[in-house]
């Protein structure tokens, strides 16, 4: 290994800390706390580079030997802490992201051997070079296919990140400890080569593997949305229907009502007449819903999806509370609407139903405040749901309900927030729907 002073040393381990970190930060994904884990990534890179760098400096032979082998531990604990996926996509994360440092350690030291003459400088802006480029080829190359594989895998794909750890540290071994390594010889250089290359194919077969398994999982998924969506415009189809045969029947029924009033009030009959319009309108409100639906200048598809349910949920013994308050053209279509007041709502009674407690409620309200539009829903929910991710874990048809609400979500440049309090589960979406409103295709 090239020399140099404690500066030297710390200036080389800052970066190799910062390459592997940079590694988790790029291939995390993105939320509100990017900011926080970015310093958190940085303070910890710098006090790892000053730790490495003194043991540089007091004991230089064993540091040659061993720091290798021992950031990995050092660094890969304190990363997979604070990625916030699992520790299996974790171990990934650190194994591509040792096998990155690993060619920038070694090019930075054989091609300033052989070009430079050993120049500590050149070693350094060498390192510095492959190391952009390597997170560069990552962040636009990388990053998007990864993403979107490990946000539709479960756990299946976990143990080859596992195997990837252990055979890139094996391979990083023999780089290290086969005799003759740190002597410059074309052999050792060839040697060298196809180990890298060895360990190279494994990295891209597994990420070739997270990244088909995941668009195979992501068409599944799409594909249930579909039935969903069609199911669910075949719910409003049939509700349309019987809502026109209600209304006939009451204009029909009507007719005959109207005849009964004018014959009492004609034959001056005042008990008659009120005891009649009080038993007519006790029928009426036995066709209302049990819950309280406050609708105002809206828009039918929601007051007919909800009705949908809210029957559903009262047929379950489920007590309902609606209120909807939508007002003016929203920039939403019916089919984008229906998605997600039907996933939220089926989501709350199927969590109803498993809650195992005598008094089940749903309280759902969709409100315009000015450009956006407000879903909520809160429902009984069983003890022990669990968040994760900040999603609810999956549980009866909730994976692909939740999965289509943050799609269409993200179509109308909104979010999707999800809360479990005091025996309460809590869904929020938030669309941009307003006319003239940014939406995201």
């Not at 040659?64 to 974790?90: E, H, N, Q, W």
Request: aromatic fraction near 10%; proline fraction near 1%.
């Amino acid at each position: 290994m090239l020399g140099g002073s404690f500066w030297i040393a710390l200036l080389r381990n800052s970066m190799g800390a910062g390459l592997m970190m940079g590694v988790f930060l790029l291939l995390d994904r993105p939320g509100p706390s990017m900011r926080r884990k970015a310093a958190g990534y940085m303070i910890f890179g710098l006090l790892a580079g000053i730790a490495f760098s003194f043991w540089y400096v007091y004991d230089y032979e064993n540091y040659v030997r061993f720091a290798g082998m021992l950031s990995i531990p050092a660094i890969g604990i304190f990363c997979i802490k604070m990625s916030p996926d699992t520790i299996y996509t974790g171990l990934y994360k650190l194994a591509l992201g040792f096998y990155l440092l690993s060619i920038t350690v070694f090019c930075g030291i054989d091609i300033s051997r052989v070009c430079f003459g050993g120049s500590i400088f050149a070693d350094i802006l060498i390192r510095i070079g492959i190391a952009a480029v390597m997170l560069f080829l990552l962040a636009f190359r990388v990053r998007r296919n990864f993403l979107d594989g490990i946000e539709y895998l479960s756990g299946e794909m976990d143990w080859f990140s596992a195997v990837t750890v252990v055979l890139s540290i094996l391979i990083a071994a023999l780089i290290a400890f086969w005799p003759g390594t740190h002597e410059l010889s074309a052999i050792r250089m060839i040697r060298t080569a196809i180990l890298f290359f060895m360990s190279g194919v494994i990295q891209y077969l597994v990420y070739q593997l997270y990244f088909h398994k995941g668009r195979e999982r992501r068409c599944q998924i799409e594909k249930e949305l579909l039935e969903t969506n069609e199911r669910l415009i075949r719910h409003q189809l049939e509700l349309m229907k019987e809502s026109r045969q209600e209304l006939d029947r009451i204009r029909h029924d009507a007719r005959h009502h109207c005849l009964f009033i004018e014959e009492y009030a004609r034959n001056n009959e005042k008990e008659e007449l009120l005891a009649y319009v009080r038993q007519y309108r006790q029928e009426l409100e036995q066709h209302k819903t049990q819950g309280a639906l406050s609708y105002a200048n809206g828009c039918g598809t929601i007051h007919n999806i909800l009705s949908v349910y809210a029957r559903r949920a009262e047929q379950e013994g489920i007590q309902v509370t609606m209120h909807v308050k939508v007002a003016g053209e929203i920039a939403v279509e019916d089919i984008d609407l229906v998605a997600i007041i039907a996933n939220i709502f089926e989501n709350a009674i199927h969590g109803c139903a498993a809650s195992g407690r005598k008094e089940k409620k749903i309280h759902i309200s969709v409100m315009r405040k000015g450009c956006k539009i407000v879903i909520q829903c809160c429902n009984t929910c069983a003890a022990d749901v669990k968040l994760k991710h900040g999603l609810p874990e999956s549980g009866k048809g909730s994976r692909t309900g939740i999965f289509s609400v943050l799609k269409t979500a993200a179509f109308y440049n909104g979010e999707a927030e999800f809360a479990v309090e005091n025996g309460m589960f809590a869904a929020r979406v938030l669309l941009n729907a307003g006319k003239g409103c940014v939406r995201v295709s």
